[in-house]
């Protein structure tokens, strides 16, 4: 079991930014893969970046466009996500996810290639 807890989100206003933060706790050696999706009222849940927790190769949704950071920090079991450049559009519910599936082969994209999900933390974006 892999528990995982998200912190950081809040209200801020367009162009500023946020830094979410997730912690991971449990069996955290079976963890290959950290990501954060987020989910809008009425939408779909989207990925928003990835992170291979040993060697630390990224990946990010189209949407972000070099705004997103993800990182890794292995000694505090923790992923961050640092947000620059706040839009309304996105405003969501973030969630921390971790895949622990060692023979999963696919996109890190998808929602499937993840295990245990935190319960989210809401960011808003005010125009």
């Known amino acids: 079991q892999v528990q995982l807890v998200e912190s950081g989100g809040g209200l801020v206003q367009a162009g500023g930014s946020l830094r979410l933060s997730c912690l991971a706790s449990g069996r955290i050696f079976s963890i290959h893969t950290m990501g954060w999706f987020r989910q809008a009222p009425g939408k779909e849940r989207e990925f928003v970046a990835g992170i291979r927790w040993s060697g630390g190769t990224t990946y990010y949704g189209d949407f972000v466009k070099g705004r997103f950071t993800i990182s890794r920090d292995n000694a505090k079991n923790t992923v961050a996500l640092q947000m620059n450049s706040l839009d309304p559009e996105d405003t969501a519910v973030y969630y921390c996810?971790?895949?622990?599936?060692?023979?999963?082969?696919?996109?890190?994209?998808?929602?499937?290639?993840?295990?245990?999900w935190g319960q989210g933390t809401q960011v808003t974006v005010s125009s």
């Open positions: 996810a971790a895949d622990v599936d060692p023979l999963y082969i696919g996109s890190y994209l998808l929602l499937r290639a993840y295990d245990y």
